[in-house]
């Protein structure tokens, strides 16, 4: 039997007591063809179907009632463990999500200050905001919206900031105006949410074509690929900022206005605990400017950091 997974488990546990990939999926924060997947992989380790499963339903095989007190057994004493272990520790970590970026220095900044544990359950950024309201999550590293704060009862502070750039096919590295480019928005609300309200306010503010997939496309190869078949630049996400462009592609900076996609590290508005706010005090000391101060960047309207600029808002282009 090959490694499984604590994560896998879990999953296994919530689509047994939902009986519904796509409600166990939304319980659980990430994308139903993510949790199929996880799944099969567990079924493959452990050589033995948990699930039967056709268009309309799902219900445990022998195998997997079997298993499923034996893994909520295995579950809960793994909590056990993980308190015992936080207890002989002398002091809690302080946890920490994020969605694709954190501070290369994070530990260099919490050093002496509080014990961190990063969250390795990667999900989009309006998942982990939910995290940390529920209480999963001490800190998240996200995009969030100010209704996004006052909704989940969160605080804020601000700690990163990138600017998106399009790309394209070619060698041509000018600048592109944003009412040139295309924005790409997913069906697949579950993983794209945050960037899909980005996107669309963006084009509507700019007048850049909104194109929609279905495929997961905003990021990693199959963008690049759809990149190859747009007529237009296409806008790049937050999630691709770092990763290296293929060879017969561009990047071109997005002017009129320069957009910029802010990072913000969130804690509930209600935290007392010494350890984490002297975390998030830690993390986002002196980060400065970032840049949301210069003519002609444009954020979201409900952006938090929006309101703190010292400029004028940028105006909508004028259309042709």
Known sequence: MRGVELRQLRYFVTVAEELHFGRAAARLLIAGPSLSQQIKALERSLGVPLFDRDRRTVALTAAGAALLPEVRALLDRADELRKQAQQLSGSSPVRIGYVNWLPPDLSLRTAGVAPLYVDAWVVPSHAQAAR?????????????????????????????????????????????????????????????????????????????????INNGAVTGPAFFDHVRRC?????????????????????????????????????????VRPSVLAAAEAIAREVGDLGLHRSGVWLPADDPWRATRSVPSVSPPERA
Do not use: H, M
């Not at 919206?145 to 969160?154: I, K, P, Q, T």
């Not at 237009?232 to 009129?256: F, I």
């Open 231 to 271: 007529v237009t630049p296409v806008l790049n996400s937050p999630k691709g900022q770092t990763t290296p462009l293929p060879p017969d592609l561009v990047a071109r900076p997005v002017v009129e206005p320069e957009v910029l996609w802010t990072w913000s590290l969130v804690r509930r508005a209600d935290e």
């Open 132 to 212: 940390v309201a529920d209480g999963s999550l001490d800190l998240a590293v996200c995009w969030v919206r100010g209704a996004d704060l006052d909704r989940l009862g969160l605080a804020a502070d601000l700690l990163g900031a990138d600017r998106l750039y399009a790309v394209s096919p070619g060698t041509d590295t000018s600048p592109v105006r944003a009412r040139d480019i295309a924005v790409l928005v997913d069906d697949d609300v579950t993983s794209w949410q945050s960037w899909n309200e980005y996107a669309e306010e963006l084009a509507g503010f700019s007048g850049a074509r909104v194109v929609r």
